[in-house]
Nanobody, 127 residues
Framework: QVQFVESGGGSVQSGGSLTLSCAASGVPLDSFIVGWFRQAPGKGREGVACVDKDGDTNLIDSVKGRFTLSRDNAQNTMTLQMNNLKPEDTAVYYC?????????????????????WGQGTQVTVSP
């Protein structure tokens, strides 16, 4: 059973930084596509970034140059470093993987897809 524990969310002012961490169990992060998506109040899911088992990373255009996705295979953890945060980054952020596919994938970008995810962590950026 895939389980994620996300941490690192919080409230910051515009231009600030946060580091989101994801500890996984039941799935080796280096064997599947893994990453993050977010959901703002009243809006649908928005993919943020993913990394495949070869280490190739994809980020959406709006976070390129500001967010960095990394994976620690030994610890089976994943980190999303978020710099120069903007109010439009405010959302609940979810750690996710393509593993544990049941019926459908949430897809974004050329190579990102997720089938299961954690409970999420809130990120709030004030102007």
């Amino acid at each position: 059973q895939v389980q994620f524990v996300e941490s690192g969310g919080g409230s910051v002012q515009s231009g600030g930084s946060l580091t989101l961490s994801c500890a996984a169990s039941g799935v080796p992060l280096d064997s599947f596509i893994v990453g993050w998506f977010r959901q703002a109040p009243g809006k649908g899911r928005e993919g943020v970034a993913c990394v495949d088992k070869d280490g190739d990373t994809n980020l959406i255009d709006s976070v390129k140059g500001r967010f960095t996705l990394s994976r620690d295979n030994a610890q089976n953890t994943m980190t999303l470093q978020m710099n120069n945060l903007k109010p439009e980054d405010t959302a609940v952020y979810y750690c996710a993987t393509e593993a544990s596919y049941i019926a459908s994938y949430f897809r974004f970008g050329p190579a990102c897809r997720f089938a299961s995810w954690g409970q999420g962590t809130q990120v709030t950026v004030s102007p």
